[in-house]
């Protein structure tokens, strides 16, 4: 059974920074590319950033430049650095796994993000 779990999530001032993680469990972790979405209050779901199993990255317009996703294999954990937060980022941090860059196929819980001051 796959397990993703989230955490990391809190509130922060605008302009703080925050570092997301993600760990695995029941896959095996480097097959698969890894990926943060989140959802806002009356938005849609939002792809925020990919990892492809060989460590491609791939970002939304509205991150880059601020946010970095990165991977641990030997510890089945993704990463989501997020610097220069803005309260627009305020949402639900999703972790997800795919084969490649295809749709999500396992999802974590969520992690709350609040950019506030």
């Known amino acids: 059974q796959v397990q993703l779990v989230e955490s990391g999530g809190g509130l922060v001032q605008p302009g703080g920074s925050l570092r997301l993680s993600c760990t695995a469990s029941?896959?095996?972790?480097?097959?698969?590319?890894m990926g943060w979405y989140r959802q806002a209050p009356g938005k849609q779901r939002e792809l925020v950033a990919q990892?492809?199993?060989?460590?491609?990255?791939n970002y939304a317009d509205s991150v880059k430049g601020r946010f970095t996703i990165s991977r641990e294999n030997a510890k089945n954990t993704v990463y989501l650095q997020m610097s220069s937060l803005k309260p627009e980022d305020t949402a639900v941090y999703y972790c997800?796994?795919?084969?490649?860059?295809?749709?999500?196929?396992?999802w974590g819980q969520g992690t709350q993000v609040t950019v506030s001051s």
């Open positions: 997800n796994a795919a084969i490649e860059w295809g749709p999500p196929l396992y």
């Open positions: 029941g896959m095996i972790f480097s097959q698969y590319a």
């Open positions: 990892i492809a199993s060989v460590g491609t990255t």
